[in-house]
T-cell receptor
Framework: GAVVSQHPSWVICKSGTSVKIECRSL??????MFWYRQFPKQSLMLMAT?????????EQGVEKDKFLINHASLTLSTLTVTSAHPEDSSFYIC?????????FGSGTQLSVL | GESVGLHLPTLSVQEGDNSIINCAYS??????FIWYKQESGKGPQFIID?????DKRQGQRVTVLLNKTVKHLSLQIAATQPGDSAVYFC?????????????FGQGTTLQVKP
């Protein structure tokens, strides 16, 4: 079945810097990937839908200029948190949807100092 | 033991007992539902799913029940083990099946006492 690889697993950065998170579909060509965010002790919230070869679709309240999504190939989507601030510290998770199942990445814990 | 999902976020059970975790979903048009298990610092792990044309589905030690009339979903875990300790989320798929646009419930922490 499809396997999703997400990198890095955790990252610590200074406020104002940008951080890139990669999500790779290893066994499946994914035209669509999804990015979720999870704050401590809270549920997962959908941030955006990443579409291969076109612009991402953002959920209400998610700043597209702050959370840049690039889906340049069928196996890779990247989420860049630009000018990160402490309030962006969160667990970011990607997900790939195949015809039958949904597969999550292992998540990236972002800590902004 | 039984939780009311959104109002009782922690369920504590004795090892070997059966666990029931409840979830209320929001959209009567949702046609696909999934239960996930999440351990600390990890991504969600698929447990079991059910489509809206079914009211019950069984897996290994787990059963999902769907009541569309009251928009209620439950996860039953038989003979709960310490390794079952985690946070459990229900998710509803808004719109067509497998679109990936999942709306997650609040989550219930399951604590298994040895």
């Amino acid at each position: 079945g499809a396997v999703v690889s997400q990198h890095p697993s955790w990252v610590i950065c200074k406020s104002g810097t940008s951080v890139k998170i990669e999500c790779r579909s290893l066994d499946f060509q994914a035209t669509t990937m999804f990015w979720y965010r999870q704050f401590p002790k809270q549920s997962l919230m959908l941030m955006a839908t990443s579409n291969e070869g076109s612009k991402a679709t953002y959920e209400q309240g998610v700043e597209k200029d702050k959370f840049l999504i690039n889906h340049a190939s069928l196996t890779l989507s990247t989420l860049t948190v630009t000018s990160a601030h402490p309030e962006d510290s969160s667990f970011y998770i990607c997900m790939v949807a195949t015809n039958e199942k949904l597969f999550f990445g292992s998540g990236t814990q972002l800590s902004v100092l | 033991g039984e939780s009311v999902g959104l109002h009782l976020p922690t369920l504590s059970v004795q090892e070997g007992d059966n666990s029931i975790i409840n979830c209320a979903y929001s959209n009567s048009a949702s046609d696909y539902f999934i239960w996930y298990k999440q351990e600390s610092g990890k991504g969600p792990q698929f447990i079991i799913d059910i489509r809206s044309n079914m009211d019950k589905r069984q897996g290994q030690r787990v059963t999902v029940l769907l009541n569309k009339t009251v928009k209620h979903l439950s996860l039953q875990i038989a003979a709960t083990q310490p390794g079952d300790s985690a946070v459990y989320f229900c998710a509803e798929n808004m719109g067509s099946s497998n679109t990936g646009k999942l709306i997650f419930g609040q989550g219930t922490t399951l604590q298994v006492k040895p």
